[in-house]
């Protein structure tokens, strides 16, 4: 009887560990396998050499799992039951030789839950992949095009994913236009049937220049919005007066003012409310001898946001403006 005891508690003990092992593989494929039910596009662009992923879902920080990208490789958008594992070994496959079709593949044959994922990939040669899982959840699907491809899982009608290839095909301007208007044209389709609550763009170059990590040409999310594609055409458009900005430094970096003052201008033109954009101009004015042009938009900002009084008067040091204490008196005292 003894014996017997003994060994039903080692047989006891064996099943508990077997639970426990039961367990944390069970917490280890919810971590990785967490459930992402959304639409996305991805596209390649050969007019500006460019191409890219957006997303929109009722998931939080959608952009954190769905979209991949990496300049010279190509890009993966990875959902429903997501596996993140596509995005990282798609862009290994393609970055050692691999089509996306072929990348694809690979990764769903070794994949034991194939059934539930939706992926696509592209490329840089224009390949597209596209896979929806037959146990993805309804209604589910996706549309391969010339360079393109649409894919949604649990939307409310099935004709989302055709709506976002033919507003995509339709659409001009530049990539993230085109990105844009596939995501609005899923949303006036009827969209996720649960709502909305995040979006990301990530669009990469063609051609690397072998720093992938610096090749970013848009990188974009809304982590959480009620209105998630309304909060990201905001940041486009702030994303554009930025990179004018941007050019606009690099043309002062090579003593080029009056391209760099021709790209400050145009920032904010785009983007007006935003108050740095219009101290950085004048205090460029006023570093090369425009001081009266200067002036103007010097008391607009500090009437606007006092604090930057205080960032006046710490440019000299920094080199960014002559160390002249009438000049930087002459300034402040435009808003007193």
């Given at each position: ?14 099943w ?5 092992i ?7 494929a ?5 459930p ?44 429903s ?39 696509a ?33 649990i ?43 995040s ?5 990469v ?15 974009l ?17 702030i ?6 900005m ?23 033109e ?27 938009l ?39």
């Amino acid at each position: 009887m003894k014996k017997k005891i003994k060994n039903d508690g080692a047989y006891m003990k064996i099943w508990k560990f077997y639970l426990l092992i039961l367990s944390v593989g069970f917490l280890q494929a919810q971590e990785y396998n967490r459930p992402v039910h959304t639409y996305s596009i991805v596209a390649y662009d050969s007019a500006s050499g460019q191409m890219g992923v957006a997303v929109q879902s009722h998931w939080f920080q959608v952009g954190t799992v769905v979209t991949w990208a990496e300049a010279g490789v190509g890009v993966v958008a990875t959902q429903s039951f997501v596996d993140v594992d596509y995005g990282k070994l798609g862009l290994d496959l393609m970055r050692g030789g691999k089509t996306a079709p072929q990348a694809l593949q690979a990764l769903l044959t070794t994949d034991p839950h194939a059934d539930v994922r939706q992926v696509a990939m592209i490329d840089v040669h224009g390949n597209v992949a596209s896979h929806t899982g037959e146990h993805c959840i309804a209604e589910a699907g996706h549309f391969k095009g010339d360079h393109f491809s649409t894919q949604a899982n649990i939307m409310e009608k099935k004709s989302v994913w055709p709506a976002m290839a033919e507003a995509y095909q339709k659409s001009g301007g530049e990539l993230v236009d085109r990105l844009m208007a596939a995501l609005k044209a899923a949303q006036a389709e009827g969209g996720d049937i649960r709502g909305k609550q995040s979006a990301a763009i990530l669009i990469v170059p063609v051609k690397s220049n072998g720093q992938p990590w610096k090749e970013k040409i848009v990188d974009l999310r809304v982590d959480d919005n009620p209105e998630p594609l309304r909060e990201m055409e905001r940041l486009i458009m702030i994303h554009r007066a930025y990179e004018h900005m941007n050019k606009g430094d690099e043309y002062l970096a090579h003593d080029n003012v009056e391209a760099a003052l021709k790209e400050y201008s145009i920032a904010h033109e785009i983007y007006p409310e935003q108050v740095e954009i219009l101290f950085w101009t004048a205090a460029t004015m006023a570093d090369i001898g425009k001081i009266d042009e200067s002036l103007p938009l010097f008391k607009e900002v500090f009437e606007k946001e006092p604090s930057w009084r205080e960032v006046l008067k710490r440019l000299p040091r920094a080199g960014l403006l002559p160390n002249d204490a009438s000049l930087i008196k002459r300034i402040l005292q435009v808003s007193n």
